[in-house]
């Protein structure tokens, strides 16, 4: 089970840290992603980070102002979202794949948090 925190509505250039915890013993040897989901728009990837944290990527629309982390020990990962845009606003979805190497694409992920709402006001 994943369950996301964080999201809210901002001021455009303002800051949100969205956290998703998960249930299991498995986390550590799971790759983890983030996505959004605009209304009327397909689900896109945002940022995804390997089991051991050692290896990150990043939509080109949030390189240089999302960071993606994770803690294996309190099976919790993190999105920090800085320099927020209007863009931005969406559902953000954590996901976990049963594989230790991260993909960009939905299909490759096998569990999905429940969203978290961003809303960036310009």
């Known amino acids: 089970q994943l369950v996301e925190s964080g999201g809210g509505l901002v001021q455009a250039g303002g800051s949100l840290r969205l956290s998703c915890a998960a249930s299991?013993?498995?986390?550590?040897?799971?790759?983890m992603g983030w996505f959004h989901q605009a209304p009327g728009k397909e689900r896109e990837f945002v940022a995804a980070i390997n089991y051991g944290g050692s290896s990150t990527y990043y939509a080109d629309s949030v390189k240089g102002r999302f960071t993606i982390s994770r803690d294996n020990a309190k099976s919790t990962v993190y999105l920090q979202m800085n320099s927020l845009k209007p863009e931005d606003t969406a559902v953000y979805y954590c996901a976990a794949r049963n594989a230790g190497f991260a993909r960009t694409t939905p299909a490759d992920y096998h569990y999905w948090g429940q969203g978290t709402q961003v809303t960036v006001s310009s």
């Open positions: 299991g013993r498995a986390f550590s040897s799971y790759a």
